[in-house]
């Protein structure tokens, strides 16, 4: 049976107590230690932990006290127990509790704890990051929509004629016949030949120009204008038409690659 606290804590009042507890403590260091009980019951907690314990006798004889020996300056209010093998160099053990392991594996347990929380956190955040990008969506944002053209109406001439007949003959009656053939040939080389007639100016010269060969075929010497026909003067003018022209206002959609990622950040439709 290990050895009770009292006399555990009377056994520090004498070197030979001391060294049969295995403790080594100087005298004025074992006063203290034996003066202050909870400082005592933590050297005795300690002492019950090592070998020296295991074989100690369950009652010592009692050993007279030692002379306190004084501080100075340097008092120490609590000596506390020393850690296995600390006193190897001669150096109290500094602690206010004796060795444990326990504090050290909490501290230690608690330190892992908070890496492995903040390697998931890194984790996760890195898994949501290359989802964010492999899954990204790109698409074509339209910032100023397309302008269409737009066109305007203007008159141009075609490159074509038409040809009107009034109702005032080139002929006078008692004119000679030849030379009114000839005053309805001038009007007709004047006015249909050498250009692009329209459709109707083409029928209207052709006609004109059937009655002149009439004419011919009737001329004799001596013939003259006795009355006056259907047939009147010519004239022409270019045909003008209408065409739609351009504004030349065309513009193209102003746009830009968007990406959205996740359905919600960045440019997301």
């Not at 020996?69 to 127990?81: E, Q, S, V």
């Not at 009656?173 to 030849?178: P, R």
Request: a negative charge; hydrophobic letters at 40%.
């Amino acid at each position: 049976m290990a050895l009770s606290f009292e006399d555990f804590r009377a056994s520090l009042l004498s070197a030979d107590g001391r060294r049969f507890l295995g403790i080594q403590l100087t005298d004025a260091e074992a006063q203290q230690v034996h003066d202050d009980a909870a400082s005592a019951q933590s050297w005795y907690s300690y002492w019950l932990t090592t070998p020296a314990a295991a074989s100690a006798a369950p009652a010592l004889p009692a050993y007279p006290p030692v002379q306190q020996a004084p501080l100075g300056d340097h008092d120490l209010t609590r000596i506390l127990p020393a850690a296995p093998g600390a006193y190897a160099g001669g150096s109290p053990y500094p602690s206010a509790l004796p060795p444990t392991d326990t504090a050290p594996r909490k501290k230690n347990v608690g330190l892992w704890v908070t890496l492995s929380i903040l390697g998931a956190l890194l984790l996760i955040a890195a898994i949501v990051v290359v989802f964010a990008f492999t899954t990204a969506r790109h698409w074509t944002k339209v910032d100023v929509p397309e302008k269409p053209e737009t066109f305007h109406s203007e008159e141009f001439e075609t490159g074509r004629f038409d040809v009107a007949m009034d109702a005032v003959n080139p002929c006078f009656v008692n004119q000679d016949w030849t030379d009114c053939i000839n005053a309805m040939q001038a009007q007709y080389d004047a006015t249909c030949a050498g250009v692009e007639l329209t459709e109707s100016a083409a029928a209207l010269c052709a006609d004109y120009l059937s009655a002149v060969g009439e004419m011919r075929a009737l001329d004799e010497p001596g013939s003259y204008v006795a009355t006056l026909g259907d047939y009147g003067s010519l004239s022409r003018t270019a045909e003008i038409d209408t065409r739609q022209v351009s504004n030349n206002d065309q513009a193209p959609a102003v746009t830009h690659e968007a990406v959205c990622y996740l359905g919600f950040i960045g440019e997301c439709e």
